[in-house]
């Protein structure tokens, strides 16, 4: 008997969510289990309940979606391993025979609801809006009653006996949103020529320019950021972890030193892992450098000491053998309190 890999998703039926997790060659022999939210989907994997659970994390017109970010900068460790960009363009169900003059309220996801606000405003100005969990569940809560219509993908229409009566809804034309595929902490995926490592960061915050320094640490390198985002640490204001996507593989020697430099400046970091590129051509048999620049390092870096324990903080992450999350300690960083470090094998977030 073979064993189905279970993938958990963003549900109910019918999110773009699950769409872009079928576009997956690993979903095709899979078992996709809907979650109700975000948390639940990653907390399964977390619990050994799924292999892998796809999330959206960004979307190119509204921007992060901060849930994601958040949940993957907290709790025990998890790790990306792939991603998916999908096109994303709105239908608007409604129960059959339903007009646009009955619609009084109307739901879906809040990314939904920057994607069609102009069209909302031109078209439904009197409808009351109610966010729902996902574009599936404003589906789900039309076809119950709940509200009279529900902005979602075209293709929700079916498993929840809708009807589509306006489609290709969209304020800005060609909008994106990325998901990712998230797992245990694991061997990483083989580099390809087009890969992007994510990482989170948490500055020492106690000195000028600690910003500044965590990303000249890419730049001089000449490795290319192609997301920067604070998320507040939940700790007081002012208080703020980045969320990083940088160009390029762990096992990239200007990004495996960018790694190492970051780690020996901050008082934590956790890999997030390397993985390739959604939309990107890329190729598996060049060869881990293979395609990209053999960058090495601009000028030595002023972060102190703990060469060799980032180094074999970067060999932990690429191996995936004991958990992505560690702590460092930050040049001119005082210790962190003992309740909040993760010296242990096993990382464990706070
Ligand atoms: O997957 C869904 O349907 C979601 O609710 C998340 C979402 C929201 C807006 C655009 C793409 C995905």
């Not at 993938?7 to 999110?15: C, I, K, N, V």
């Amino acid at each position: 008997m073979t064993v189905r890999a279970r993938y958990t998703y963003l549900g109910p039926e019918g999110t773009f969510t699950e769409a872009a997790l079928r576009t997956l060659p690993e979903a095709a022999d899979g078992e996709l289990i809907p979650a109700a939210s975000v948390a639940a989907a990653l907390d399964a994997v977390r619990r050994g309940d799924a292999a892998g659970a796809l999330v959206p994390i960004e979307n190119s017109v509204e921007g992060a979606v901060t849930t994601t970010l958040d949940e993957l900068a907290t709790g025990s460790p998890l790790m990306i391993y792939r991603e998916v960009v999908l096109p994303i363009s709105f239908a608007l169900l409604v129960r059959p025979g339903t007009t646009l003059d009955d619609v009084k309220t109307v739901t879906g996801h809040p990314v939904a609801q920057a994607q069609v606000r102009r069209w909302l405003a031109a078209n439904l100005p009197h409808a009351e809006w109610e966010s729902a969990s996902s574009n599936g569940e404003g589906a789900r809560l039309v076809r119950d009653g709940r509200y009279d219509c529900a902005f979602a993908g075209a293709f929700a229409a079916a498993p929840y006996g809708l009807d589509a009566l306006v489609t290709d809804i969209n304020d800005t034309a060609g909008a994106t949103t990325r998901f990712v595929l998230a797992g245990r902490p694991g061997r990483i995926t083989a580099p390809t020529s087009a890969d992007k490592t994510s990482i989170v960061a948490w500055l020492d915050d106690d000195h000028p320019g600690a910003l500044l320094e965590l990303l000249r640490e890419w730049a001089v390198r000449g490795v290319t950021l192609m997301r920067v985002e604070s998320r507040p640490t939940g700790e007081g204001l002012g208080q703020y972890c980045f969320s990083i996507d940088a160009e390029g593989h762990a096992r990239d020697r200007a990004v495996g030193e960018a790694l190492m430099g970051v780690y020996r400046r901050c008082p934590k970091v956790r890999f997030l892992g390397s993985y390739p590129r959604a939309g990107a051509e890329a190729s598996t048999d060049a060869g881990p450098v293979a395609g990209r620049p053999d960058r090495t390092v601009g000028h030595p870096t002023a972060a102190g000491g703990r060469f060799v324990e980032a180094a074999d903080w970067l060999g932990r992450c690429l191996d995936g053998v004991s958990g992505s999350d560690r702590v460092g300690r930050a040049h001119r960083a005082p210790r962190p309190r003992r309740a909040d470090r993760m010296d242990g094998v096993a990382g464990s977030g706070r």
